[in-house]
C-alpha cells in the first residue's frame, strides 16, 4: 500500500449548539461533545483507510471549557498514527460564538481515539501506512507510538493481574 500523508484522511465536522445539546445547566453535555470527537475521528480514520473503521479505544478526554447554546463547535481530526490495521486519530475541538464574527476560537477539548479497519465481514483490514510530512506531523507521529505502548503495558498489566487473581 502506498503511505499517505496526514492531510489525506484530515476532517473538519461542525455542529452549531441548540437546545438539545445542553443540561440543565445550558452547558452542551460532554456527551454530545464525545459525539462529535468520535464521529470527526470516523470520518479520519475512514478516509485514511479508504473504508470502514470502528473505534477500538478512546484515551482520556479532558473538558477544557464549556460550551453554551449558539455556540459553533468546530472538532478537527487527522490520523496521527498507522499500524498494519489500526490507527491512532487526534481530534482538537474549539468553540467559538455563532454571532461574533472574528471572534478567537476557545480550545474546549482533545483527544486521541483508536480505530481499526474492517472488512465487508467485520474482521481487521490492513491500513496504508502514514507518511509524516511536517515536523508537528513527526512529532505527533512520535507521540502516538509512546501512547500506544502505554496502552499495551497497561492492558499486559491488567491481564496479569487478572490471572494472578
Known sequence: MEPLPPSYGR??????ANQNHVNLLGNVHGGEVMRLVDSTAGAAA???SGGPAVTAA??????LAPVKVGDILRATAQVNWAGRTSMEVGVRVESE??????????HVASAYL????????????PVPPLLPESPDEVRRAREAEIRR?????????????????
Open 11 to 16: 476532517v473538519v465536522l461542525t455542529l452549531l
Open 46 to 48: 475512514g478516509r485514511h
Open 58 to 63: 478512546m484515551d482520556e478526554m479532558a473538558f
Open 97 to 106: 460564538p455563532w454571532n461574533q464574527a472574528g471572534t478567537d476560537p476557545v
Open 114 to 125: 483508536v480505530f481499526v479497519a474492517i472488512d465487508p465481514d467485520g474482521e481487521p483490514r
Open 149 to 165: 505502548a502505554h496502552r499495551l503495558a497497561q492492558k499486559q498489566e491488567i491481564l496479569a493481574a487478572r490471572d494472578n487473581g
